[in-house]
């Protein structure tokens, strides 16, 4: 049996990171949402999981990138839940605000025609675009007919 010998340091900071991997995958615990699934094949359980895991992937990022943008000495804070002012926002008080952006679209014949935002965004949806490396024209689309 080979131990490692840590220090209490080093096994302290291993038990803090896991709860980073915990946040992310808070959600596939819900059985409300599990539940929902009806997998019947090993083959389904398995493109699940890599379907989260990519999910998984692209939310550290978007946070990662948030927060590395906001590090600039330079840069305002946005507001993350409860309008609280923040540098550091985790990427569940991202989505939170981002959420309430509605988008509408015209559709003609089962062809997508048009998409528009009914409403200006918020500065602080605008401002997270921003940081993420897009405008708000990502929530528009005219088709070229």
């Known amino acids: ?66 927060i590395k943008a906001l590090s600039k000495s330079e840069e305002e804070t946005i507001e993350g839940l409860n309008h609280q002012k923040t540098k550091r926002p985790t990427t569940y008080a991202l989505q939170k605000v981002m959420s309430s952006i509605l988008a509408l679209s015209q559709i003609t014949d089962g062809k997508v025609e048009s998409i528009w935002l009914p409403k200006p965004l918020k500065p602080n949806q605008e401002h997270i675009l921003q940081l993420t490396g897009f405008s708000k024209e990502i929530y528009t689309y005219t088709s070229n007919v």
Request: aromatic share 12%.
């Open 1 to 66: 049996m080979n131990i490692e010998k840590r220090s209490s340091k080093d096994i302290l900071q291993r038990y803090k990171g896991q709860g980073n991997v915990e946040r992310i995958f808070k959600f596939i615990k819900n059985p409300a949402w599990v539940g929902s699934f009806c997998l019947n094949t090993p083959s389904r359980i398995a493109a699940l999981g890599y379907i989260l895991l990519i999910a998984a992937m692209i939310y550290t990022l978007w946070e990662r990138n948030i």
